[in-house]
């Protein structure tokens, strides 16, 4: 089955900094990838997804890069702010009604 | 629109005891999904309700859980009895049309549920 691996898993940055987080996958057939962001006392929430056929998605601040070659998607937030802070999680699917494979999770913090 | 609704938000319980979680999907959505994380790690895949049968119990650690979803309406997660390894917060999900986790899931807060 699918193996999602992702890091870090606490990143600490200061305010307006750049944060990265970088997730691999093992199934060369998936294809979806989402990005969630669970915050306090809260569910995870989808912020954004990039499919295969596409390199890099864009929104607002918010990033994902996707290099199917070498298995790995990334996650960039630009001018973190401290309403950023989460614990950020990815995932993997074949799309269509198969059940995406989670990474671990990245908590991260960013200091005013 | 009402989002994914889980109670209780918190249950600490004695190691033997029972514990039924419940979750109240978004009206309509038709996938219902069980998923937990034990801290630290994964979200991971329990099991994966079409309106009121089990499209998929793979991820079930084991027959001490139950989950039922009577009517198609909300679902009930009973572990019974509890074990020390059980804890970690449960967390529901909903989707509208099967093929939704192209999009994305709509998720509930979650239940944390510690067993001591």
């Known amino acids: 089955g699918e193996n999602v691996e992702q890091h870090p898993s606490t990143l600490s940055v200061q305010e307006g900094d750049s944060a990265v987080i970088k997730c691999t996958y093992s199934d060369s057939a998936s294809n979806y990838f989402p990005w969630y962001k669970q915050e306090l006392g809260k569910g995870p929430q989808l912020i954004i997804d990039?499919?295969?056929?596409?390199g890099e998605k864009k929104d607002q601040r918010i990033a994902v890069t996707l290099n199917k070659t070498a298995k790995h998607f990334s996650l960039h937030i630009t001018e973190t702010q401290p309403e950023d802070s989460a614990v950020y999680f990815c995932?993997?699917?074949?799309?269509?009604?198969?059940?995406?494979?989670f990474g671990r999770g990245t908590s991260l913090i960013v200091h005013p | 629109e009402a989002g994914v609704t889980q109670f209780p938000s918190h249950s600490v319980i004695e190691k033997g005891q029972t514990v039924t979680l419940r979750c109240d999907p978004i009206?309509?959505?038709?996938?219902l999904y069980w998923y937990r994380r034990v801290m630290g790690k994964e979200i991971k895949f329990l099991l994966h309700f079409v309106k009121e049968s089990k499209q998929d119990e793979s991820g079930m650690p084991n027959n001490r859980f139950l989950a039922e979803r009577t009517g198609g309406t909300y679902s009930t997660l009973k572990v019974q009895p509890a074990e020390l390894e059980d804890s970690g917060v449960y967390f529901c999900?909903?989707?509208?049309?099967?093929?939704?986790?192209?999009?994305?899931?709509?998720f509930g807060s979650g239940t944390r549920l510690t067993v001591v």
């Open positions: 999900a909903s989707s509208q049309t099967p093929g939704q986790a192209n999009y994305g899931y709509t």
């Open positions: 995932a993997a699917s074949k799309g269509g009604s198969y059940i995406p494979t």
């Open positions: 009206s309509g959505h038709d996938n």
């Open positions: 990039i499919r295969s056929n596409v």
